[in-house]
């Protein structure tokens, strides 16, 4: 399949975001926004092909050339992107999800505002103040999420499921109840929420449904979300011994039933160590 190459000489302007490829900047309210290199590639080729659906494998294609990349990591790109610009899946105003098949720019581009002649001696006239179109998707959420919607540099290179899972266990340290192993769990319901939201793998939503619920002391529900996620393909053989959530469990025949299922019987109770041989 050909590439597709975005064109670099064009400045895209829509609402209150300016996208210069020539400089690799992207703007949002006059600020400038950090984004990774595919992420911005990505925002190229859909503004290239503004209104047009571009298919996953198109994009997979032009910008990483299609090799060893999955569409999972096309989809944690695309929700960075609109987090960058502030949209939201649920109402997209820039990015659109084209179910199972690809993405569309639907944000309506207008030409780059011009600068401002320079008059001799004397230094240009400052361009008019930018007022935003609509407040970003996410303030209605939680505070912290400014930060993310920000662009923190730092932020675009954690492994965000490996950061959640550490906060899971946790959780699972601190006796039920304690008000810390509460804010961890609204913190993962909010996260959890977001991946569901960027488009995560079914397998790892139920997953992460299930590890909630077994925080959360609701058994019956932390069973049946990980059956689920075991239906849909769920093999990690080291999840139920690496996750604290588990070990509640540990003595439950249904869940012991669900650790056969994975062709794993993991020890999660910590087994005394043995004896030195007597010399």
Not at 128 to 155: E, I, K, N, Q
Request: a negative charge.
């Amino acid at each position: 399949m050909p590439r597709t190459e975005p064109d670099n000489d064009i400045i895209y302007w829509f609402d209150h975001i300016l996208v210069e490829p020539a400089a690799h900047r992207l703007q949002r309210d006059g600020r400038d926004v950090p984004v990774e290199p595919k992420a911005y590639t990505v925002l190229l080729t859909l503004l290239h092909h503004a209104g047009e659906m571009v298919s996953k494998d198109t994009l997979l294609d032009s910008v990483w050339g299609h090799h060893h990349v999955s569409t999972g990591v096309l989809n944690r790109v695309v929700s960075q992107l609109r987090r960058a610009l502030g949209d939201s899946p649920a109402q997209p105003r820039y990015i659109a999800t084209v179910h199972s098949l690809g993405y569309r720019f639907i944000g309506v581009l207008q030409p780059a505002p011009a600068a401002a002649p320079v008059v001799d001696n004397e230094p240009a006239a400052p361009p008019p103040p930018v007022v935003a179109s609509a407040p970003p998707a996410f303030d209605a959420r939680a505070p912290y999420r400014r930060r993310f919607a920000d662009g923190d540099t730092f932020l675009q290179f954690i492994d965000l499921q490996t950061c959640l899972n550490q906060l899971a266990n946790w959780a699972a340290l601190l006796p039920p109840g304690d008000t810390l192993r509460q804010a961890i769990l609204t913190v993962l319901q909010l996260e959890y929420a977001r991946l569901r939201a960027g488009g995560a793998a079914p397998v790892t939503l139920l997953y992460n449904e299930a590890v909630l619920a077994a925080l959360a002391g609701d058994r019956q529900t932390a069973l049946a979300a990980l059956g689920l996620a075991i239906d849909e393909g769920a093999c990690d053989e080291l999840a139920l011994r690496r996750d604290l959530a588990w070990r509640t469990l540990a003595g439950d025949p249904d869940f012991c039933r669900q650790q056969r299922r994975l062709g794993n019987v993991p020890t999660i109770a910590t087994s005394p160590r043995p004896s030195p041989p007597e010399l």
